[in-house]
Nanobody
């Protein structure tokens, strides 16, 4: 059974940090590029960051570049999103996504991140 399980979300003050984790099971994790998406209320889901299968290349959305860092540990079947200098506009449900070279995709259930004082 394929699973992507996100954790690490919560309530944080502006300027704070959170680290999200996404643990994968049921498929060959190292064969899938990993991404983080987010969706705020009333808005479309947007791509936040992506990382290649080996971790050798990363891409970021314009609004998070320089503040967020995506990484992965293929030995632990886990992807991470380190979020620093958080802003209220970062408030959203954050989703983990796995995608292989053939276009197969898996999604996690999401974890809520709320940035508020």
């Amino acid at each position: 059974q394929v699973q992507l399980v996100e954790s690490g979300g919560g309530l944080v003050q502006p300027g704070g940090s959170l680290r999200l984790s996404c643990v994968a099971s049921g498929f060959t994790f190292s064969s899938y590029a990993m991404s983080w998406y987010r969706q705020a209320p009333g808005k479309e889901r947007e791509s936040v960051a992506s990382i290649t299968t080996t971790g050798g290349d990363t891409t970021y959305g314009h609004s998070v570049k320089g503040r967020f860092t995506i990484s992965r540990d293929n030995a632990k079947n886990t992807a991470y999103l380190q979020m620093n200098s958080l802003k209220p506009e970062d408030t959203a449900v954050y989703y983990c996504n796995a995608r292989n070279a053939f276009g197969r995709r898996y999604w996690g259930q999401g974890t809520q991140v709320t940035v508020s004082s």
